[in-house]
């Protein structure tokens, strides 16, 4: 079971995070805040007896669920469906991520810029592209890379099998390597 | 050779997909660090309720073991049993409780009613009743049954 403790250190690791990936899901921030408020409260309501190690996971499912009701209460499943048609015709080019990817070689960075305002200016373009992705292009990506899941536990926190989180994965890279090079970040 | 090649290419631009991928997430790292105190507050807040809800959870399930294992000392059942009986009993209480009353009601009701009747009959019949012409039709008129 979860000490007090360790389910503290671990709502104060994920929050962040959690809050940003609701945003870019719904992009509103109050809305997003009400997500993570409730994720976290249902995780320590139904899960507080489970040993810590299982609550990554399960945190994941939680938002990703809650994330899904919110867009229910609002009646949008149209635009949900929208998203997912446009995943279905995404990432069909025959752009070479190679060339781009070899070029960018170490961190991200702009052309010209070492200076703190364009590296602001680098993260909002990096956000805005990430919260332009395909939902499930999106959640694929931030949790193998961003949340650090594995592949199998990505698979269970979507609900889809491990090839698809595969795919998705490989053309949210694609997508945003694309989109960030005709922003001019490479190196 | 074609074969290993392939394969030498797939897991190259598998592993420079994840350079990529990690790039971009170390700047959506940095980036989440950037949030607004108001954000933060709020999402401490949260997480307070968070950490109130798990201890009021765990409270009843602490509560709710104590409540079983009493029941299985007093070797009346499984907890399950136990429960679903301790929640019944208000209920057989309460109608009980509404049949005894109603039937004591209903025993005081014949009680004075018995009462009455006996002091009726037990009486003299007043002088004035034999010249009531309505009493002297009832005298003449067959019973009833």
């Known amino acids: ?187 | 050779m074609n074969h290993d090649d392939r394969s030498y290419r797939a897991a190259a631009r598998e592993a420079m997909e994840a350079r990529f991928a990690r790039s971009v997430a170390a700047c959506l790292t940095a980036s989440a660090e950037q949030m607004s105190p108001d954000v933060a507050e709020r999402l401490r807040f949260g997480r307070e309720k968070a950490l109130a809800a798990a201890r009021r959870s765990r409270g009843e399930v602490r509560g709710v073991a104590v409540t079983s294992s009493g029941a299985a000392i007093a070797g009346v059942g499984g907890p399950s049993w136990w429960v679903r009986f301790a929640s019944v009993m208000p209920l057989l209480a309460l109608v009980a409780g509404l049949v005894l009353i109603q039937n004591w009601q209903s025993r005081t009701q014949i009680s004075v009613a018995a009462e009455i009747d006996e002091a009726l009959l037990g009486d003299d019949l007043p002088i004035s009743a034999y010249r009531d012409p309505g009493f002297s039709e009832f005298l003449k008129a067959p019973p009833s049954e």
């Open chain 1, 1 to 187: 079971m979860a000490t007090d403790k360790e389910l503290s250190d671990f709502l104060k690791s994920v929050e962040k995070r959690a809050w940003k990936r609701a945003v870019y899901a719904v992009r509103d921030d109050d809305a997003a805040l009400d997500i993570v408020q409730d994720t976290m409260i249902r995780l320590s309501e139904k899960y507080a007896d489970r040993p810590a190690a299982e609550l990554p996971l399960l945190f994941q499912r939680i938002l990703s669920n809650a994330t899904m009701d919110w867009f229910r209460r609002q009646k949008v499943k149209n635009q949900v469906v929208r998203n997912f048609s446009e995943y279905e015709t995404a990432g069909e080019d025959d752009f070479d991520i190679l060339e781009t990817l070899e070029a960018l070689g170490g961190p991200l960075q702009s052309e010209s810029a070492a200076d703190s305002v364009s590296r602001a200016q680098i993260l909002q373009t990096i956000e805005a592209e990430v919260a332009l992705l395909p939902a499930r292009q999106r959640e694929a990506f931030l949790l193998r890379y961003w949340e650090e899941l594995d592949v199998a536990e990505t698979a269970a926190s979507m609900g889809c099998s491990e090839g698809s989180v595969k795919t998705h994965c490989s053309r949210a890279v694609h997508a945003l390597a694309k989109a960030l090079k005709a922003k001019g970040i490479t190196t």
